[in-house]
């Protein structure tokens, strides 16, 4: 493993006071990732995105999810090549790209059962490339704005769902107690008094036959 | 310049147990230093403004210091993942902020059963209600006073309680039907504006903190105050050894992490306040002169019977609208109908249902809390759409037992970043609370599916836990045969070192451990105040009874 510093701000040790980043570097992984995302070639690229559509197929009702810039989410969280892969989904360059290249051209130009096959062997295989892909296509694509209007527009559930916690938050939509049962609630429950509490009787643990 | 720095009371650890008693005595005006390894968390750090903030949450906000691996984080070797942060507000500053206190009986195991290490606390929980509500003014805590499962609260102050959504409402709902108790959690996340603090607004993803100052931590609630009056804070700050002379200690040799440099503070007190792992870790450590096992640690119980709570994760989903991102999180309720014990249920102790909340799209897609994971390929639409949002949550929370060989020790073949030995963690489940939490699982879904689940996943009894909590490394007890502890959190053999943090905690009850910690780290501090003459003059701990008085 490569110990030059990750530059994702998450140096082995904090740097000097002035060097990369000093008082204001606190060692957590940059929010967002890259700020300049892998790159990766055309049949990557296409690889990449036939990847996404076998793990989310395309629906009607829904983005595609090769239309919807996974490849530039992705280069945002995969580890530069040389630096240490130490964050989830702990997908380092040359390694990832390489798995890349295995499913090739072929796995973009195969239809969806030679693509369904080649995904279900590398997960067969505990390739760990399988669950970077999955986590990186779910968390990408249900990230995205586009998406979010999508559950919006399709689910019950998700009518109010606004994708970041803030700077909205919910408190419009969220129902508040009903003062009846809270009334109810008042009538169970019970404590045991600092001095009334006794040895149990330990012969009717089950535990100890 | 002198070579070190003189103060009254020297506080190792900048998480709810040393805020607390800098804050008081501070305000007191005495002379106070904190020593704290990490920074101060900033609000742009948090990723809630954020169309990635799911991913996030794994990633700078993963709440286990050995999958973070932050310069201030030291990693923590053995079958564990602790819930633990090495900053300003220690592990608060992504806690949920669930805030319920112990009960009376939970101060009394010993009496009730005495099982594998249970002893009593030498207090009770009427010698700790005062601070409860003392420390929970300072946080701001939202909740509801009158839960017939607890001693008459009047006297705590409280903002009103967080909304419960229909998540809230469907469990509370079940739990009435089965004429089960519950009540609204208490929670550390303000619903009215603080100085410098936004009230909630429902947002969900405290796990990750909060960048609007909702979330009540030391962070804001203790520091700005405690630093108002006078303390001197020092981040990046490590402490490499508690140091010691005839039989007192001293104060404790640190190295400044911007610079490498070492520095030593002496000190007329020293509290040690570095959580359960931390705790134990750093007295031993501190093996020195006359303390060849690790300072305080002459009976050999530093370190042993650490408690993490048993926990199994229940997912219940529902052919409706359930919206678990919406609203805190901060639980909406909890059920103690199965807190007593009872043995006729085959095991002693027992736990708290806990009501949870979900996050967004991509925590459905990847498994919620239980590792149900949504299919690829043709079947995931249809998973998704049935999943998403329609899923309820509820915690299985339950007592562990102190066991002795449940410990934390030195591993000197890891090291921190600064080259300090490693924590080591060695746990496992206890027959007992093994017997429990299958019980646990079985009540939560008897509640959901009397209110219409249509399906349910859980984890079965975790293992290795998920250690969010750590207890009992340096516990209170009766007398330096069974503690490290007097009842003031005075170290048996070092009567001017004090511990107050989780380690601090005889038993672990089946509640979250802050709100307690909290209290403990006020009463400390006060008794501090009251007998300081008297506690700077001791040469030896006096036991329980001979202790001066509050």
Redesign the interface.
Known sequence: MNDAPAPFG?????A??GEAGG?FE????R???LLHPIRFDGTQTAVLNAVAD????P?PA?PTASEVDLVT?VGR?VTPSGYRN????FAEEDAFKAGLDRLGQSFVDGDVAAR?EA?SALEKAEDPLFEQL??LV????????V??LA?NR????????H?????????Q??????ED??T???????????DD??????S????TK | MAAYTETDVLIIGAGPGGAGIALKLAKAGVKVVCLEQGPWVTPREHPHYHDEWELEKQRGWAYDPNVRQLPEDYPVTGVTTPYMMNNVGGSTMHYAGHWPRYKPVDFRKGTEHGLEGTIDWPISYEDLAPFYDENDEIYGISGRVGDPSYPDRKQAVRDPEVLPGKLGLKYAKASRDLGWHWWPSDNAIITRDRENRQADQAMGNELSGSPTGSLSTPANAHWPYAIRHGADLRTMARVEQINASNGKATGATYIDRNTGDRHEVRAKIVVLAANGIGSPRLLLQSAQKGHPDGLANSNGIVGKYLMHHVFAFCDSWFDEPIEGYKGSFGAPLYSHEFYHTDVSRGFVNGFGMQVARSFGPAYAAMGTHTGYTAPWGEKHREFFDGHFANHLMVFMFGEDLPVETNTVTLNHDVTDSSGLPAAHVNYELHANDIALAKYGIDKIFEATRAVGAVETNDTGVLYPPPAWHLMGTCRMGNNPGDSVLNKWCQTWDVPNLFVCDGSTLTTGAAVNPTSTIGALSQRTGEYILRNWDALVAQTTTPSNADAPDM
Do not use: C, M
């Open positions: 998450a140096p082995a040790e904090t000097s006071p008082f606190t060692g957590r992984p929010i967002g990732g076998t793990l989310i197929p629906d829904w989410f969280y130490k964050h989830f989904p369904t995904i999955r986590a779910y968390y990408g694509y249900y990230s995205r704005p998406v979010t559950i399709n689910l019950p559930a998700g009518r109010d769902y994708g970041p916690p803030l700077p909205y938050g919910y408190l939509t969220t129902e508040p107690w009903d049962l809270l109810q609630a008042q009538e169970n429950g019970s404590y045991l008094e600092t509490v006794v040895r149990v009787d330990l009717q643990l089950s535990w």
